[in-house]
């Protein structure tokens, strides 16, 4: 009976010190629920309870998750996958400079629409000119 008793004891120890090793080393942007300094405190001060709760709430990926996921599932949302965020940026760049070419292939007709108009008026007015002039 006190052969399990220390088993036991030793294992919560090797919990405690692995989950404050867990909580130093998470970066503070992933942790969940609490701010990394108070997670740090509650596994410090309050070990058995403390731990477990670190492991099960606010590690960035609960430690039971593990066994029953693979790591990076395939059917994740698209919004978390690095390529489709990617594919987004380079379609939101295609549509911009297609947007630009349009632009300029509507500036581009008006001013030749422009040019036509002016070269008419030229031609107009020298054969208004021609058409004034004494023969």
Known sequence: M????GLVFVAAIGIWFYCIYDVIRTDAAAIQHLHKVVWLAFVLLVPTVGALA?????RPEPIGSRLF???HPAGRAPDDSPEFL???SDEIKR????????AQ???????????RRLEEELKRRAEEERGDEPS
């Open 54 to 58: 670190w492991l099960f709430l606010g």
């Open 86 to 88: 990617a594919s987004l």
């Open 105 to 115: 292939d509507e500036d581009s007709a008006a001013i030749d629409e422009e040019i």
């Open 95 to 102: 549509r911009r400079r297609a947007e630009e070419i349009r």
């Open 69 to 71: 996921e693979p790591r």
């Open 2 to 5: 006190l052969l399990i008793r």
